[in-house]
Nanobody
Framework: QVQLVESGGGLVQAGGSLRLSCAAS????????AGWFRQAPGKEREFVAA????????NYADSVKGRFTISRDNAKNTMYLQMNSLKPEDTAVYYC?????????????????WGQGTQVTVSS
């Protein structure tokens, strides 16, 4: 079992930056691929970024590629999402997630563990 807790959300102006953190319990998290998703009001949860267990490969949604960077520190059982050049359309609740597979997957249904979410609001 993996427990995930996001932090670092807040209110920023367009063009600003935020760094989200996802703290995982235990040591099993380090064996799993993981990712970030987001959900805006009235919209479905969507993929943002994913990272394999050792951080050696990543994948990004086209909407955030070049602006967001996913990383992880398995020694600290923590995953990060550095968000730069934020836009109002990035406003959403951001969730971290982990999958029991070793694959770099992007679908919500493929993830087994989820955090509670952290709000990111970008003003124009």
């Amino acid at each position: 079992q993996v427990q995930l807790v996001e932090s670092g959300g807040g209110l920023v102006q367009a063009g600003g930056s935020l760094r989200l953190s996802c703290a995982a319990s235990g040591r099993t998290f380090s064996r799993y691929a993981a990712g970030w998703f987001r959900q805006a009001p009235g919209k479905e949860r969507e993929f943002v970024a994913a990272i394999i267990w050792n951080g050696g490969d990543t994948n990004y949604a086209d909407s955030v590629k070049g602006r967001f960077t996913i990383s992880r520190d398995n020694a600290k059982n923590t995953m990060y999402l550095q968000m730069n050049s934020l836009k109002p359309e990035d406003t959403a609740v951001y969730y971290c997630a982990a999958t029991r597979t070793t694959l770099l997957v992007t679908a919500t249904r493929q993830y087994d563990y989820w955090g509670q979410g952290t709000q990111v609001t970008v003003s124009s």
